[in-house]
């Protein structure tokens, strides 16, 4: 079934001049109430957040408390919570894709509706079950992949979680599910984009003394663009486990260790298509100490590749420091990347890295490229003029690893082939982000990028620069 589409509207630009005036409105604003102030905070993961507080009345004192918990028995023990996601985006490319395929002067508009039920029956026993709208109109050559499924079952799952003694330690998931674990490099649910991804498939989760460990078999859902139309994707395959706990050895500090299990019937890289079947063994450290925080992760990946065998790699930081004292209190950053490349496309051995299912925004909301092939040095400053605006500057300068592979986009299709140019340089990229929290339900987001394009762009295809402009607001209850 295919819903109509409408034509294109002037909304593009009152929706887009509303949304860019929004940052500007904000200081003004947060200087005089600095923000909602109530502590109230909305998941990323809907599923993750727990109503059953506002059982008390005395807790209730929101506009959409009403139906975020809804009692079905006289204890108040089994309930129901409605909730929501409604985000309008405003995208405009100047030279997309560095000048190469449909060029568009007006931009487009990405609308993306979620809603969600949580019903929890007893401690034991809970079923939850969302829907996903994602709608484009206006993009030069139609909406990509991620851009537009119309309506969708987005998760549907049920939870067991049976008790062992005094406690529930483990809970067995069983449907439709979002996936995202660490700091969302290898598994995401895709938030920037328009599309959330989501699985099929049953997970464990085990917690006991402040560790987790979760344990997965899944097919990811292939993403199509009607009503009711996704389908588990019989072509590829992803299992695993995650662990997380505390590192007593710095201060602060846990540590996540994990297993990562990829299929992929009909993998495509520089190097030619063929089967896929990945592993990855990976460790992160992270945490906060005083004024420093970290996050560093290193993966090795093994496997085979049609005949041959995968050996790749990549190690991933993000430092930072905050002076909590000076005004604005500023947060000096520095990321750094190194995602391995195929050093040799004719030989048996595929070097270039998977990251398997990364967020669509892993280096700017420009989504240009993904981490494979690539190395990165990417310093940046965020300030915070109220407790509810927050502003960030960045600047990523981009190489690839190996110079006889390409440069991927985050679904790992070849952007541009290693064939095609002899340099190490890909370019750089000036980003700066606004964010308003309005109140505890409305986001309002700035951003601007300029990707200034480097020698091996301009030696493989057109090499223009990039800009990129994106607007949106996001309202959750």
């Keep these: 079934m295919k819903m109509p589409r409408s034509g294109r509207t002037l909304m593009f630009h009152a929706a887009a001049l509303a949304l860019a005036m929004a940052p500007v409105a904000a200081a003004a604003a947060a200087g005089e109430n600095g923000g909602d102030g109530k502590g109230r905070r909305y998941q990323l993961c809907r599923f993750d957040e727990d109503w059953s507080y506002l059982r008390a009345p005395s807790r209730r004192d929101d506009l959409w408390d009403p139906v975020k918990y809804l009692p079905l028995t006289s204890s108040g023990d089994a309930y129901l919570s409605l909730g929501g996601d409604a985000r309008l985006r405003y995208e405009y490319f100047n030279n997309a894709n560095w000048g190469r395929g449909p060029q568009d002067n007006d931009g487009y508009l990405l609308q993306r509706y979620l809603v969600h039920a949580d019903l929890r029956l007893t401690d034991a026993a809970r079923l939850f079950a969302q829907l996903q709208s994602s709608l484009e109109e206006g993009r030069s050559g139609g909406p990509r992949p991620t851009d537009e499924d119309q309506l969708d079952l987005h998760q549907l799952f049920v939870d067991a979680t049976p008790a062992v003694g005094d406690t529930r330690p483990l809970t067995v998931r069983v449907g439709r599910q979002e996936l995202t674990f660490g700091s969302s490099r290898l598994v995401s649910v895709r938030e920037s984009p328009n599309n959330r991804r989501s699985f099929d498939g049953v997970r464990i989760i085990g917690r006991v003394a402040g560790m987790r460990l979760d344990a997965f078999a899944t097919r990811p859902v292939e993403t199509k663009p009607h009503v009711f139309d996704n389908r588990s994707d019989d072509a590829q395959a992803f299992w695993g486990a995650y662990g997380v706990a505390p590192l007593p050895v710095l201060p602060g500090g846990s540590i996540d260790l994990y297993y990562l299990g990829l299929y992929r019937r009909g993998a495509r890289f520089d190097q030619g298509r063929a ?117 960030r500057l960045d600047w990523d300068v981009i190489w690839r690893h190996s110079r006889h592979d390409g440069i991927y986009a985050n679904s790992l299709s070849v952007v541009r082939s290693g064939t095609t140019g002899g340099s190490r340089s890909v370019g750089s990229q000036l980003q700066c982000q606004v964010d308003w929290q309005v109140d505890r339900h409305l986001l309002l987001t700035a951003n601007y990028s300029r990707f200034f394009a480097g020698p091996f762009i301009r030696e493989s295809g057109p090499g223009k620069d990039v800009d990129y402009v994106g607007t949106w607001a996001t309202y959750r209850f």
């Design 275 to 391: 089967r896929e079947t990945r592993h990855a063994g990976g460790t992160r450290i992270w945490g906060a100490a005083g004024a420093w925080d970290y996050n560093a992760e290193f993966v090795f990946q093994w496997g085979s590749f049609g005949n041959g065998r995968i050996r790749a790699w990549t190690a991933a930081s993000d430092t930072g420091y905050t002076l909590r004292n000076a005004p604005w209190q500023p947060r000096l950053g520095l990321r750094a990347n190194i995602a391995s490349g195929d050093s040799d496309p004719t030989d048996r051995t595929l070097g270039t890295f998977n990251p398997f299912y990364p967020k669509g925004n892993y280096f700017s909301e420009a989504g240009l490229m993904g981490p494979a092939n690539l190395m990165n040095l990417h310093p940046e400053i965020t300030v915070k003029p109220a407790r509810n605006l927050s502003m």
